[in-house]
């Protein structure tokens, strides 16, 4: 059997401020396999984020350790890191964070960029990922021309454009309103279905959670819930007309 | 990443801030433009008063009839003349001394057919041409007959020939100066301006026994208005000038401290200070125009430093989607470069138009020369380089979450 994409080991993150130690995470341990789709939850302040920046790679823990398809994140150097985002790992934020002077297609192309893809490729590749979250008509338009929903498509596709493994959304549905958002997490469904996309998933709404299949609930740094989503009827009833 | 991408990158962010990109690149331009026009400038300078000590003659002593004082009214130099041509061949006769050349000039008309012209008539020997190192375009020089037998023979100079013949050959025609017919037996090469901005052609030579004798008649006498002498080697100059001082008060019984009734003038230490002060001019402007290289390479450095923070999240988000801190590195260093490589050209252009209004204008022959062009873009993408370094690396070693988390 494949090891699992992630596993981690008793992991934890602490930071040292001027007023003492700071202990943001503590003894995580979750191994997740290629294609699930999980959806983390809890309070602001229980870790939900420093979790996400650790499974990628942005950040390293301080304790125990983290196993990304099967190696150490801990014993890797700076550029192997900055490979494994490029190839593996892709982004989505609440916030887009798209350049806004670069347009869509530009914007999209950027990982390739980096992963040292010809231009014409690159453009290719890019105009076919924004095909398929539905952006065809808006490959020239600039971040700011367009909605939030049609942002965040963008940063979807320019986190799958490298063929990424692994899909970390951090509140992708923060800033949208519920019928965007549920047009983004029908893209998120869709890519977890057809490609096998392991997605991991920050809300704070259970209706957004429901979408997944795990649930991994977060409290003061540790985690107090792991385990499959409760599919409430009335919530499913409610949600899909 | 690839050169292409950086460039590329580069271009566009220089576009979102045009006003900023331009501004920046005019630091870097003045700079540039300045090291180029300094350089170039300097350069003219040295080498026209260099060909002005060449065209006086090297190694190279004159003296003048000295101040005489009459009942307490002292004269100006050379008003009286108290130098005679005996004097002349006694230095000719001192160690070290390798040609001797009286002389004695007159204003005079000249004519020739329809043509008149005013010049200065001067008396000379064969030596003067020697000591001034000048040569003859066409003709003869004067011969030992022609000294001893005051022959009315002259050698013109250029202007002079020019304003009379055209562009016609004068060796063996008949001039008249002071209504006698002189015949034209040499024609000097050009020499151009001296010193003081005059034209050295406009003259006319003959030898000084007829300039005594026949043209400037008894007022002279056997005075000569000036006798040049040249040492051997330029090591020798002080010596033969302490030689000629010791002879001539000799000779003139000057005793002790009594003023001298001559005046000895080291010309070539003259023009070698004009050339070390041209020189250490040059320099000079060359420095401040350097600094201005500086003070354009810390304006690089400011507004990449102000790029770094306002780009902060998206350094961010690059090192997020596989940027690693080398291609951020490259990638505000290449703008850096990029701003100060377009600023290099820009002010190559400047500075080479300035040279030419100031050689328009000061009537100076200054060329841009290869070397400073090599010098400047050198310097230029080197300051790039420098000044853009501490910010581009401050940008790489950003940690991605909190230049993410970046307001």
């Known amino acids: 059997m494949a090891p699992p994409l992630i596993r981690t080991e008793h992991m934890g993150k602490s930071y040292h401020l001027p007023a003492g130690e700071l202990q943001v995470l503590t003894d995580i341990n979750v191994a997740v396999a290629e294609g699930e789709f999980i959806a983390i939850m809890g309070p602001s302040g229980s870790g939900k984020s420093t979790f996400m920046n650790l499974l990628g790679c942005l950040d390293l823990p301080s304790e125990g350790e983290y196993y990304l398809n099967g190696r150490a994140v801990r014993s890797m150097d700076v550029d192997e890191r900055a490979r494994l985002r490029n190839t593996l790992i892709g982004f989505v934020f609440q916030g887009y964070n798209l350049l806004p002077r670069l347009n869509a297609v530009d914007n999209v192309t950027l990982p390739l960029v980096y992963a040292g893809v010809g231009r014409r490729d690159r453009e290719r590749r890019a105009r076919e990922m924004l095909a398929q979250v539905g952006l065809e008509r808006f490959m020239d338009f600039l971040p700011p021309q367009l909605s939030g929903g049609q942002q965040q498509r963008i940063a979807i596709a320019r986190a799958l454009v490298n063929d990424a493994a692994l899909l970390l959304a951090d509140e992708p549905t923060g800033n949208l309103d519920s019928r965007t958002s549920e047009e983004i997490l029908a893209v998120f469904e869709r890519?977890?279905?057809?490609?096998?996309?392991?997605?991991?998933?920050?809300?704070?709404?259970?209706?957004v959670a429901a979408h997944a299949q795990r649930l991994i609930r977060f409290h003061d740094g540790r985690i107090v819930e792991d385990g499959p989503v409760a599919?409430?009827?009335?919530?499913?009833?409610?949600?899909?007309p | 990443m690839i050169y292409s991408e950086l460039l590329r990158e580069s271009g566009r962010a220089m576009r979102v801030n045009r006003m900023r990109t331009v501004l920046t690149m005019l630091g870097m331009m003045i700079g540039v433009a300045a090291v180029v026009a300094m350089l170039a400038v300097g350069n003219g300078a040295r080498s026209s008063v260099d060909s002005i000590i060449a065209s006086?003659?090297?190694?190279m002593l004159i003296v003048i009839s000295g101040a005489r004082t009459s009942g307490g009214l002292r004269f100006a130099t050379g008003s009286t003349p108290t130098l005679h041509l005996t004097?002349?061949?006694?230095?000719?006769?001192?160690?070290?001394?390798?040609?001797v050349a009286p002389g004695s000039g007159n204003g005079s008309q000249i004519v020739y057919g329809a043509n008149n012209w005013s010049t200065v008539v001067m008396g000379t020997n064969p030596d003067y041409l020697q000591i001034r190192d000048w040569p003859l375009a066409a003709g003869a020089g004067f011969s030992a007959s022609d000294m001893r037998g005051a022959a009315r023979v002259a050698i013109l100079g250029q202007t002079v020939a020019t304003n009379l013949f055209g562009d016609a050959n004068p060796v063996g025609q008949t001039i008249r100066i002071a209504k006698s017919p002189y015949l034209v037996i040499g024609l000097l090469a050009p020499k151009g301006q001296s010193f003081g901005g005059q034209d050295q052609d406009d003259t006319v030579l003959v030898p000084i026994t007829t300039a005594q004798r026949k043209l400037f008649g008894t007022q002279f006498g056997d005075t000569v208005r000036y006798i040049m002498v040249q040492a051997g080697q330029a090591e020798l100059l002080a010596p033969v000038q302490a030689e000629v001082d010791a002879l001539l008060r000799q000779r003139h019984h000057i005793t002790g401290t009594q003023s001298p009734d001559f005046d000895i003038r080291n010309l070539t230490e003259l023009a070698n200070a004009a050339a070390s002060t041209t020189r250490i001019m040059s320099l000079l402007l060359g420095l401040i125009a350097s600094i201005s290289l500086v003070v354009g390479g810390i304006g690089i450095m400011n507004i990449m430093l102000v790029s770094v923070t306002e780009r902060t999240r998206e350094v961010g988000l690059r090192m997020a989607v596989g940027a690693r801190p080398?291609?951020?590195?490259?990638?505000?260093?290449m703008e850096a470069v990029s701003v100060s490589a377009i600023g290099c050209l820009a002010g190559l252009l400047v500075g080479g138009a300035a040279v030419l209004v100031v050689n328009r204008l000061f009537d100076m022959h200054s060329v841009v020369t290869a070397s400073s062009v090599l010098i400047s873009i050198t310097v230029s993408l080197a300051v790039g380089t420098f000044f853009g370094f501490y910010p581009a690396r401050k940008a790489s070693l950003l940690q991605p979450i909190e230049a993410l988390r970046h307001e």
């Open chain 2, 87 to 99: 004097d002349a061949d006694a230095i000719r006769g001192l160690p070290g001394v390798l040609a």
């Open chain 1, 191 to 207: 890519l977890n279905r057809e490609r096998r996309l392991t997605i991991v998933l920050v809300t704070h709404e259970p209706d």
């Open chain 2, 56 to 59: 006086m003659g090297s190694n």
């Open chain 2, 326 to 333: 080398t291609d951020i590195l490259g990638q505000f260093l």
């Open chain 1, 231 to 240: 599919r409430r009827p009335q919530l499913q009833a409610g949600a899909r």
